[in-house]
């Protein structure tokens, strides 16, 4: 389509918007977009409609139809609401839990959804306040809930907010649901099918009571109390980033044991314009900068962070050299893994009949610690929700010991169903405190693990490519790599590719075919080579961007070996990079 032909195509779109039931606010902003001598804006914001797809809705807000606003979250929240009322007829009232980020508009969007829900017929537990995505998850099945959703867009930056739907066991939905759910979104054609007139007496406001029993649940997780109470004053530097975990994480450290949280004031605040960081994201080492100079004010023992919905946790420590560092997301998953098995084996948990969970894309050590101690491990897809499947799948089976993802997503508990800052962050203290114990700091711990295990060293590499444009790049770029995939890398020669697509992997070797056992097709593509390097390649669900994940392994044989073997993993890492032309 030229740009004549899109520009008309997107005219047509907006003034439908103009011409029908829509607010002056939002046709005030839809005339100046139109009124400008430069139409970007317009065609951005016109040229395709908000997807709501299986992940939920997350996009920039503003006016139009691929805009997150009221008219699209309310599409969103009617096409759920018909969903259950179709999927539920014989329960007497169906129910959802809704909570909230610290985004600007999310209370709004919060508020306006559960005035649809409600004037379906839909009982409606609302937040009073901002809480913890993972708090919500607890909530739907601590209330019994059908469903439930989640105004948040993550660590997105500012500009951007997102709508996530959960099923009734507090997970991310799945196939069925979540595509079927999108085939009812995509019935409402018209902002007159959402009914945006609520009905109070079907609205609750919840807070204080399931706050308590979430931190409850969570106290009971501890492995290692002793180790708390000779480490109780354990200094933790911890910063929520403007975001929900200012609600519960402090006061879940404290009633997990520690006593000495030491806070940074200015990102206490709450803000969605997230004024002291340029991103709200724990894996942007400057996201944590405020925390790590408080952490040097105070020499604490470590510094932890939450997002803005606070399900994912970033953390700091001093290495050998007295640096602050940060820890990756692979790095935390690989502590927490170790951690809870080796606590686990040693007081008497290990039957045989447990297991843990990791993301294709997550360290492949932590495939090794789990086979060396007779504990199952499940691979999945990206994305919580794939974990919490697995969960859902082996309950009642088989006993879940804990489960995380590269991105700086972990669950060490079963009574929520999405990635948990919350219990992290009180786990990840327990793991300083039980080090602490043990004559280590959290450094050295991880230098250990690398001794008995092997080291290894990931590098997640983003190519952002924004827009339209951006977006038809991105599919080519996957198209090419599928058809003509890499004969080596680095110099190592690649031995098998996994197709995540059509559920295939290729001996490069012998060129034996055999399938992927997945669930579903997910658009990801893995190379292994020789020197036992793993690349893996898929495009964002959630932002403009492709993602490169690279882990590259050595040995170590003590922890001395520990630089020498940092450094030539970084110059695997340079290489593979100048191999994929990344």
């Known amino acids: 389509m030229d740009n004549n032909a899109l520009l008309t195509e997107v005219l047509a779109k907006a003034q439908i918007w103009l011409d029908g039931n829509y607010n002056e606010e939002t046709k005030n902003d839809i005339r100046r977009m139109i009124n400008a001598d430069e139409k970007t804006e317009l065609i951005e914001s016109f040229y395709r409609d908000l997807e709501f797809g299986t992940g939920g809705l997350r996009g920039i807000m503003g006016a139009g139809t691929n805009r997150m606003n009221i008219y699209t979250v309310g599409a969103a929240t009617q096409g759920l609401s018909n969903y259950l009322k179709a999927q539920f007829p014989h329960v007497p009232q169906i129910s959802v839990v809704i909570g909230h980020d610290c985004r600007n508009n999310s209370r709004l969007f919060a508020e306006i959804s559960a005035n649809i829900f409600s004037a379906n017929g839909i009982k409606v537990y609302l937040f009073e306040s901002l809480r913890p995505t993972p708090e919500a998850s607890f909530a739907i099945r601590q209330l019994g809930c059908q469903s439930g959703i989640i105004l948040t867009a993550s660590h997105n930056p500012k500009e951007y907010n997102g709508y996530k739907a959960y099923w009734d066991d507090g997970a991310q939905m799945i196939a069925p649901h979540d595509e079927n759910v999108i085939t009812e979104v995509n019935k409402i ?21 399931i706050d308590k029993a979430f931190i409850e649940n969570i106290k009971k997780l501890s492995l290692s109390p002793d180790s708390i109470k000779r480490n109780s004053n354990l200094k933790i530097v911890y910063t929520p980033i403007h975001g929900t975990g200012v609600m519960l994480i402090p006061r879940a450290l404290k009633e997990y044991g520690f006593t000495n949280v030491i806070h940074v004031p200015e990102q206490d605040v709450t803000s969605g314009d997230f004024p002291t960081v340029v991103s709200p994201n724990p894996e942007e080492p400057a996201a944590l900068d405020m925390a790590v100079k408080k952490a040097i004010e105070t ?10 919905d606070a399900d994912r946790l970033g953390i700091a420590v001093k290495n050998d050299k007295g640096e602050w560092i940060l820890v990756n997301g692979n790095q935390t998953a690989l502590l927490f893994i170790y951690y809870l098995i080796r606590r686990w084996k040693e007081l008497n948990k290990l039957s045989g009949n447990q297991y843990i969970v990791k993301t294709i894309v997550t360290t492949e050590i932590i495939k090794q610690i789990a086979e060396r101690n007779n504990v199952e491990m499940f691979d999945c897809f990206t994305g919580f929700k794939w974990i919490a499947a697995v969960i859902r799948e082996n309950e009642g089976k088989k006993e879940y010991i804990g489960g995380g993802e590269e991105s700086y997503g972990f669950l060490p508990e079963e009574f929520a169903r999405d990635k948990d800052a919350v219990s992290s962050c009180a786990m990840m203290a327990e793991i300083a405190a039980w080090a602490k114990d043990n004559g280590k700091t959290l450094f050295e711990q991880l230098q250990d693990i690398y001794v008995e295990y092997g080291y290894g060293k990931e590098k997640g590499i983003s190519v952002v490519r924004k827009g339209k444009s951006g977006a038809e790049e991105i599919a080519q770029m996957m198209r090419d790599y599928r058809s003509n995939p890499p004969k080596e890398i680095a110099g190592s020669k690649v031995i098998i590719v996994k197709d995540y697509d059509s559920l295939k992997m290729t001996n490069m070797v012998s060129g034996q075919v055999t399938d992927l056992v997945m669930p579903a097709t997910s658009n990801v593509l893995q190379y292994f080579t020789e020197d036992g390097t793993k690349i893996s390649v898929r495009p964002s669900g959630t932002e403009p961007k492709i993602k490169f994940y690279v882990e590259v392994r050595g040995e170590m044989n003590s922890r001395a070996d520990y630089d020498a073997a940092d450094a030539a993993a970084n110059k695997k890492i340079e290489a593979v990079r100048a191999s994929l032309g990344v």
């Open 299 to 308: 020499d604490a023992d470590i510094v932890m962070a939450s997002d803005p």
């Open 189 to 209: 054609a018209s902002v007159d099918h959402i009914k945006f007139n609520g009905n109070p007496a079907l609205i609750e406001i919840i807070g204080e009571e």
